[in-house]
């Protein structure tokens, strides 16, 4: 049986940490920064943790 292809959309939206997290970029960084603080585009542009139960399907897109 063939190897299944990584979905291309995925790999570049998730990563998968070492300890088997799923992360993510936040919503709201793309438009309306001056509005925001400093503080909130700060935190928006960490990474996220994905909930368990989607972090189950990715993994499974991802290949992991």
Same mark, same amino acid.
């Given at each position: +049986? #063939?190897?299944?292809?990584?979905?291309?959309?995925?790999?570049?939206?998730?990563?998968?940490?070492?300890?088997?997290?799923? +992360?993510?970029?936040?919503?709201? +960084?793309?438009?309306?920064?001056?509005?925001?603080?400093?503080?909130?585009?700060?935190?928006?542009s960490? $990474?996220?943790?994905?909930? #368990?139960? $989607?972090?189950?399907?990715?993994?499974?897109?991802?290949?992991?």
């Amino acid at each position: +049986m #063939p190897k299944q292809k990584t979905h291309s959309g995925a790999k570049k939206r998730f990563r998968v940490t070492g300890s088997g997290k799923v +992360m993510k970029q936040g919503a709201g +960084m793309r438009h309306n920064l001056e509005k925001k603080s400093s503080e909130l585009t700060r935190r928006l542009s960490r $990474d996220q943790v994905l909930a #368990p139960a $989607d972090a189950k399907a990715i993994k499974k897109v991802l290949g992991k």
